[in-house]
């Protein structure tokens, strides 16, 4: 075993026998002035080194039998185990300090909590669901027993149940979840939009704004069942809420937008609407959105000039490929072969980079995700555009260059 390895499994041991030896010395000093550690301590050590855990657990676990005073010690080995991803021995020692009937309720409760965290690790999402549902309700662990409970919740998709405890997460600690709450209605709704219940979607999808006004998803949801039910100017009303709610998300819609006002008969209103967000937002999505909607009135020139001005202030492999395609298809330019081989080398360029970014852990990928797959938070995944990506890009187009 190399040296890194033989203090990563001290460090943590270390700090309990110190806890314990100081524990113990406090009541033995005026009787002897001194106090030793027992052998087994130092033979279950031992076994630890030379990665004999399983008989290293049976000393520690005696230990406790003859001593309760090394609780902190077994608290400290089980974690051990459980951070090197040896749940099992983990669960042993856990369930064995539960089982005690010698511990104080706060032990007790200390050992529940990580054995309830040993049994999310070995993925027995029951039996770890129980063990902080009991904690939760002896009011102890609270704010930590109900976030491991959300986190069960949404592996196994019973929002309801997610929905219950993050509302009594929110009374007993001091930071809002109402966002991700939201997002838990969002998932009831897209279910009841798959059995055919739209009532029942709506109802999900108020109750999603009431908890949390800002919930962009729930404006594309309803936005998208009204477009279905032929209501394509509550439709329109559902998607422009998303401009006060979080503009980052505009691009996401347009093309649903450009379409409601075709269905209106007020192709010219999206226009006008494309030229009010840009003025107020700019962001790339937006100028593409209004470059595609200059285009499509038949004004190719202009589309293309709007495009360019904006990919000459802010340079982008993305916003270069869209300009060449776009004057390709709407301009007609003398030399479409060369635009489009140009075209095909900077599609080419583009291939792979990230459409989308988590402003919480920095995730990047190619879909949108509601839920970030990385840090698990909610409404934090973002199309890329704007500033960050227009910096990534423009440290790519001087490597190019080079």
């Given amino acids: 075993m190399s040296a890194t390895a033989v203090l990563f499994l001290l460090l943590p041991v270390a700090a309990a026998s110190g806890w314990f030896l100081a524990r113990r010395r406090q009541g033995d000093q005026e009787r002897s002035g001194s106090y030793t550690l027992p052998p087994d301590y130092f ?33 400290a080995v089980g974690n051990l185990f459980r951070n090197r991803g040896e749940v099992e021995r983990a669960i042993r020692i856990h369930q064995n300090l539960v089982d005690r009937t010698t511990l104080s309720d706060e032990q007790r409760a200390e050992a529940m909590f990580e054995l309830g965290k040993d049994y999310m690790r070995a993925g027995l999402l029951d039996g770890a669901e129980n063990l902080f549902r009991e904690l939760v309700e002896k009011g102890v662990y609270m704010t930590d027993s109900l976030t491991h409970l959300i986190d069960i919740y949404q592996q196994e998709k019973d929002w309801q149940k997610a929905i219950d405890a993050g509302f009594r997460l929110e009374r007993a600690g001091d930071r809002s979840v109402r966002p991700m709450i ?113 285009c499509a009135r038949g004004d190719g020139k202009g589309a293309a000039a709007v495009l360019l001005g904006h990919v000459r202030r802010h340079p982008s492999l993305r916003g270069a490929e869209r300009f060449v395609e776009l004057a390709a298809r709407c301009n007609e330019p003398p030399d479409g072969k060369l635009l489009e081989d140009v075209r095909e ?13 988590c402003h919480n852990c920095g995730f990047q990928g190619r879909v949108l995700h509601w839920q970030c797959p990385s840090c698990k938070s909610w409404g934090s995944v973002k199309p890329l555009h704007g500033v960050m990506q227009e910096q990534r890009t423009d440290r790519r187009l001087s490597l190019v260059a080079q």
């Fill in 43 to 75: 033979r279950g050590l031992s076994y630890l080194l030379d990665e004999q855990h399983d008989k290293a657990i049976d000393i520690f676990i005696r230990m406790l039998e003859e001593d309760s005073e090394t609780v902190e010690l077994h608290m």
């Fill in 182 to 294: 939201a997002q838990h209605y969002c998932e009831l709704a897209e279910e009841a939009l798959g059995r055919g219940d739209a009532g029942q979607a709506q109802q999900m999808l108020d109750r999603a704004r009431a908890t949390w006004p800002q919930c962009v998803r729930a404006s594309i949801i309803e936005g998208t069942m009204e477009m279905e039910a032929g209501s394509f100017e509550a439709a329109l009303d559902s998607f422009r809420r998303i401009e006060q709610q979080d503009a980052d998300y505009l691009p996401e819609v347009v093309p649903m937008l450009q379409e409601c006002f075709r269905r209106l008969g007020r192709p010219e209103q999206m226009l006008e609407y494309l030229q009010g967000v840009v003025e107020r937002h700019g962001g790339l999505g937006n100028i593409l959105a209004q470059a595609e909607a200059i």
């Fill in 345 to 357: 080398i900077l599609s080419q360029l583009v291939q792979g980079e990230p459409d989308y970014l």
